[in-house]
């Protein structure tokens, strides 16, 4: 951490400190103007009381200092730039009331020192309760304490010794303000270091957080602390694996292992934020993601069938760069899940329920470069894609099933299926950019 003087070596964070610093110190303006007003009135009780002959002259100080501090509450409330002037305020009221009190002084004949009080008071509550920063407090000091401390030179008939000592008082009082204020602006300055750091690891630790969890788990993990479990009617689960990869691993050295389903995975990460789906976890080289949770969405099925054709695409450009050739096994099956997190030091969100297992054993039972489709998912996207079958297949656990593979979307406008694919290049992982289906306006994604 930087070592805080007046000002920070980069422009940028200074500029961040003078804005966040003149915002805070806004309200404090507003009750140190309230509070000097408040005591205030005695003082001027005691004016009014005393001096007679003077009293129109210092009926009209009395005002205009008055209405300095009195301008500075309505400014500092409904101004909308009092922000970017609140310290420029607080010197000006602060000087234009010593001025008065020091004008008083001067030619009234009160007590000499009066106006060295009212100045070193101002400064103090400037200081004090304003919290202006010290260059604001040195400008201040030098507007009104050699004024207030001329005019007590000029009209104090006291002993020497006595004048020089009380003189000197008053200047300690100054200097002990500045330094007050110096400090002060030290310490602000070393918390917003600080607390600018907390902020920065505080979004890193968000990031993090989001990308392990989904953002309206995040949400709901910051304000409840109870465990999160919910059941969704209608969801799409699907799964995907690399076939051949096991033995393909265990001939090639760890990292390139690590590169190439790093490669992978996050071109269908990146996919399945296109599609408006959540990645719920990778398990060794099959990849597991599902639509319709943790946010409803009536066209949960076409959208998990947008992203297995979309792997398939990768699958087809990276398969020359891939050792060996590189071809997928999906499996897709819809229906009711319950998703939660688990977990007290690791997060993790995870479904469960049949038609997990049912996406699973679909894809271990399909067939390298296909998409093997459940009977649920093939009646919500039956209109809008073809597909090969039925064909009856025994899944472990499940018996036997009509399945179906996925080919191709139809060309059709029905509401189910996915548009075909233009011939711009934009989508930065399969080069060509896709428009998710979309059959109610507040189900399309962002």
């Known amino acids: ?72 509450l309505p400014a500092m409330t409904w101004w909308p730039a009092a922000h970017r002037h609140v310290q420029l305020a607080a010197a000006g009221a602060v000087t234009a009331y010593s001025w008065c009190a020091s004008v008083g002084a001067a030619v009234t004949g009160a007590a000499p020192d009066y106006a060295a009080f009212t100045a070193v008071l101002m400064l103090l509550g400037a200081v004090g309760v304003a919290r202006v920063r010290f260059r604001t407090a040195l400008l201040t000091a030098v507007l009104t304490v050699p004024l207030a401390l001329g005019v007590m030179l000029l009209s104090y008939e006291v002993p020497g010794y006595q004048l020089a000592f009380e003189v000197m008082c008053f200047a300690a009082f100054a200097l002990l303000n500045l330094a007050v204020a110096l400090f ?39 304000h409840t602390p109870a465990p999160i479990a919910d059941s969704y009617e209608q969801a799409t689960v699907l799964f995907a694996d690399i076939v051949g990869f096991t033995p393909l691993s265990s001939s090639l050295p760890a990292a ?29 080289d099959a990849y597991m993601a599902v639509a319709g949770v943790p946010t409803h969405s009536r066209d949960h099925a076409a959208r998990a069938a947008g992203l297995a054709l979309d792997m398939q695409r990768e699958a087809a450009l990276l398969t020359s760069s891939w050792p060996g050739g590189l071809a997928l096994r999906i499996g ?98 399969s080069e060509r950019r896709r428009t998710a289906p979309c059959p109610e306006p507040a189900d399309c994604p962002p």
């Open 1 to 72: 951490m930087q070592r805080p003087g007046l000002a920070f070596d980069d422009p940028d964070v200074e500029r961040e400190f003078v804005d966040a610093d003149n915002r805070a110190a806004v309200p404090r303006v507003r009750l140190c103007a309230l509070l000097a007003l408040a005591l205030s009135v005695p003082f001027v009780a005691l004016d009014l009381t005393t001096l007679h002959g003077e009293r129109p002259l210092v009926v009209l100080l009395l005002v205009l200092s008055t209405c300095c501090l009195a301008t500075v």
């Open 256 to 284: 390139e292992v690590v590169r190439l389903l790093d490669r992978l995975f996050s071109r269908f990460d990146d996919l399945c934020a296109f599609w408006g789906m959540e990645k719920i976890k990778t398990i060794g």
């Open 332 to 429: 897709i099956s819809s229906g009711p899940v319950v998703a939660g997190v688990i977990g007290h030091r690791k997060f993790a969100f995870d479904l469960w329920g049949d038609t997990v297992n049912t996406a699973s054993r679909l894809e271990a039972h399909g067939v390298p470069g296909q998409i093997h489709v459940d009977e649920a998912a093939h009646r919500l996207l039956a209109h809008g894609h073809v597909f090969s079958g039925p064909h009856r297949t025994e899944l472990k656990g499940k018996g036997v099933q009509n399945t179906y593979f996925l080919l191709a979307p139809a060309q059709s406008d029905h509401p189910g299926a996915i548009p075909r694919l233009a011939s711009t290049p934009s989508h930065p992982t």
């Open 184 to 222: 002060l602006e030290q310490s602000k300055r070393r918390m917003f270091l600080v607390n600018r750091a907390l902020a920065a690891e505080r979004q890193r630790s968000e990031e993090l957080l989001h990308n392990v969890l989904p953002a309206e788990i995040v949400s709901r993990l910051h």
